[in-house]
């Protein structure tokens, strides 16, 4: 095979991962549009004659967002995480079905079990995506034929046949000498897709694409490049690193330089601990401060109940402790505190996470609310420090009053 693929590095995603097993369990709705993200409420209803009758987008009324959707309900437009009110604008027609996270997790285990009988390092990247190091597989850089990427080839179909055999689903895989380049091929021919790619693959595939298709490039660094007048990855690439450093930090701009052109030297991770533990909620209807705050009050002590329920199964403390705060004009804020000595109590999380509510203007309506505990360390281990806060350089942070010092603003404390 030559030496065009000194590594290899596979992404593995799932397609459609939380639709497609609602498939498994409704056949019937193959084909068609579909979006899960409704509750108990939506769960199809048994009919006389033995049929199921299925809610659809159009019967929903909520403040809830799209888990995720069918290919056929993404041809209107219809994706993960957008408002479940403005999906039913879009596809009115689509099927609504409810969320059942218990049997995603277990499709989960399944599929992950499946690769690593024939491929055991795996870095797991949640539920339904994992990256996985083939460098050392047996057969691997044998050719077939006239094709120097044979084996890696065959080893791909392998790969997606023994997820196919085990759950019954389909995944996209993508094979290439690093994992920035295997996350993007895995996208490249989705669904049911397996791409290979070598470095020299880098001009014809990669380059055309959106800056954005680059994993770690958000919306606010591809708003900064669209300005800038780079739109595509090819575009970037072009710019040398002296004209990156004149608009980014020195390692960004590194990063940039690097990422354009398709290196990546990061290795697979397969023992990773988690950064924080994260629980959230959205509102059917959007709540307000002063006159929900009994509700809100239950909520806030709910959601702080269940992360420190997290951390204490999973045998974690922490030691910052941020809320999430979502309103009704869709700005999302968040804030955090370090406590000294790390924590999975559920009445401390409590009063830090209220300690961040007071640093928030709370007049308007809330249409989210979550708590997060980060700096995990295993309970009686040095925790680790907390992270020092970014500063724009020539802008001053002064601090906001405490909310008793502010009587003219509501607050849930």
């Known amino acids: 095979m030559s030496h065009s693929l000194p590594r290899v590095i596979a992404h593995l995603d799932m397609d459609a991962f939380y639709a497609s097993v609602e498939l498994l369990r409704y056949p019937m709705l193959r084909g068609q549009a579909a979006v899960v993200g409704g509750g108990r409420r939506h769960t199809p209803v048994e009919q006389a004659d033995g049929t199921l009758r299925f809610f659809k987008l159009e019967d929903y009324a909520g403040r809830g967002v799209v888990t995720t959707s069918t290919y056929e309900a993404r041809a209107f437009g219809v994706f993960s995480g957008m408002g479940m ?7 009115p027609h689509a099927v609504l079905l409810p969320t059942d996270f218990d049997s995603y997790r277990h499709y989960s285990r399944k599929f992950k ?13 949640g539920i339904d995506e994992i990256y996985i190091d083939l460098t050392d597989v047996p057969g691997i850089r044998e050719p077939i034929g006239h094709d120097p990427l044979g084996g890696v080839r065959a080893f791909g179909h392998e790969l997606k046949n023994n997820v196919r055999r085990a759950t019954g689903l389909t995944c996209s895989v993508g094979i290439t000498p690093n ?20 470095m020299d693959d880098v001009p014809t595939r990669i380059w055309p694409l959106p800056v954005r298709r680059i994993n770690g490039i958000g919306p606010k660094a591809g708003a900064r490049l669209d300005a800038l007048g780079i739109h595509t990855i090819g575009e970037l690439a072009a710019r040398d ?15 940039l330089h690097d990422v354009s052109r398709g290196l990546d030297e990061r290795p697979v991770v397969t023992n990773s601990d988690p950064v924080s ?79 961040c509510l007071k640093r ?24 680790p420090a907390p992270r020092p806060k970014a500063k724009v350089s020539g802008q001053a942070s002064p601090a906001r009053p405490a909310a008793a010092e502010r009587p003219d603003e509501p607050t849930l404390f």
């Open 85 to 91: 009110m403005k999906a039913a604008a879009l596809a």
């Open 113 to 125: 079990a499946a690769v690593a009988e024939i491929a055991p390092v795996i870095e797991d990247r």
């Open 179 to 198: 994992k920035l380049l295997s996350k993007i091929a895995s996208e490249l021919d989705k669904p049911n897709g397996l791409t290979v790619l070598t």
């Open 241 to 255: 690193l002296d004209w990156l450093v004149q608009h980014f930090t020195v390692n960004t701009a590194q990063w």
């Open 277 to 355: 533990m994260s629980r959230e909620t959205t509102f059917d209807r959007d709540l307000h401060a002063r006159r929900d705050r009994a509700e809100l009050g239950a909520i806030f002590t709910e959601l702080c109940t269940q992360v420190a329920a997290d951390l204490s199964r999973k045998g974690w403390v922490g030691r910052t402790i941020g809320i999430k705060l979502r309103f009704d004009d869709f700005k999302t804020v968040t804030r955090d505190q370090s406590i000294v000595v790390p924590t999975a109590d559920p009445a401390e999380i409590r009063h830090v996470a209220g300690q």
């Open 360 to 383: 928030v203007d709370l007049t308007r309506r809330l249409r989210l609310l979550g708590v997060r505990v980060g700096g995990l360390s295993r309970p009686g281990a040095p925790a």
